[in-house]
């Protein structure tokens, strides 16, 4: 008989046989530790689960992905862009956008509850574990941040229904995260109002979570993330499951076996130095899209839906 239960000594099952009844689900088991993750990731599973649960780990099929270099914002995002990025040019700049400034506000923010019953995934567990793969420099967040005087953009009226998790809305919350100075200033600093983060292996990027408390800030983020990875050579950011939020933001769907076949040769290749790495911001997309030729060599290497 087939087991699917994992001990902590014991390797996690290839991702080819699901626990009957549940599809997707490969493994059940207590070990979180950080090596447990990078094994997980670099065979294509996650962890998925309630703190009442044991830690299930997942692959699902089809798997919902993002092809970099196919990545274009949507028209009313270009739209916002542009604005921002002209509000810069004039001194004026009520966002700004930072790269792995903090971590762990950016998943206490995710793992917020999104309704009244006050559930959420991104255990205490999650919580310490992925910021020890932060630690690791595997582990990297996009944060947004809004000056205290600052108005938001035209394009950007505060939303109202919160929801937070996986990276599935872009509504806002009303939880309250730490300024990039910390606690203790005298004077009210910047406010963490959009984020997002991930796990990078190679020049793969598996994305975790995305919250937001202004509309369209998380979509922010994700259109500089995409342009960075663009910019680093990265072909897929791995979405996990099948969501319309990710369907606008240019996720589609590809069978398990092919998500599979496809991630070892990412994986092998040299990883930048994220230490280094500055997003572009405010992005002016019109002068920033790749040219023509880039889009056409990596649409050869994706198959036609």
């Known amino acids: 008989m087939k087991r699917f239960w994992v001990d902590p000594h014991s390797p996690l099952p290839p991702p080819v046989h699901d626990v009957p009844g549940y599809p997707g689900l490969i493994a059940l088991g207590a070990d979180l530790s950080a090596e447990r993750l990078i094994e997980a990731y670099t065979q294509g599973m996650f962890p998925w689960y309630s703190d009442d649960q044991p830690v299930l780990w997942w692959s699902p099929d089809p798997r919902m992905v993002v092809f970099v270099q196919e990545f274009r914002p949507a028209r009313s995002l270009r739209r916002l862009l542009q604005q921002l990025h002209r509000q810069q040019q004039q ?125 369209n800030a998380s979509k922010c983020a994700f259109a500089a993330l995409m342009r960075l990875l663009q910019q680093q050579g990265f072909e897929i950011v791995d979405c996990q499951q099948s969501t319309r939020h990710l369907g606008s933001l240019g996720g589609r769907e590809l069978p398990r076996a092919e998500f599979l076949q496809r991630l070892p040769r990412l994986l092998r290749q040299p990883a930048p130095d994220w230490a280094g790495l500055r997003p572009d911001w405010p992005i002016d997309w019109l002068a920033a899209a790749p040219c023509a030729g880039d889009a056409s060599k990596a649409a050869g290497n994706v198959p036609k839906g």
């Open 91 to 215: 001194g004026i700049a009520p966002w700004q956008l930072t790269l792995n400034r903090a971590f762990e506000p950016v998943m206490r923010a995710c793992a917020a509850p999104r309704d009244e019953a006050g559930g959420t995934w991104i255990t205490e567990d999650i919580i310490q574990s992925y910021c020890a793969l932060h630690r690791m420099g595997l582990a990297h967040s996009v944060e947004v941040w809004e000056h205290a005087a600052a108005s938001p953009p035209h394009d950007a009226p505060v939303a109202t229904a919160p929801a937070c998790g996986a990276p599935a809305s872009d509504a806002p919350r009303s939880d309250a995260c730490p300024s990039p100075a910390g606690p203790t200033q005298s004077a009210p600093g910047p406010a963490l109002i959009a984020g997002l983060y991930g796990v990078a292996i190679g020049r793969m990027f598996f994305g975790e979570s995305m919250f937001t408390r202004r509309s």
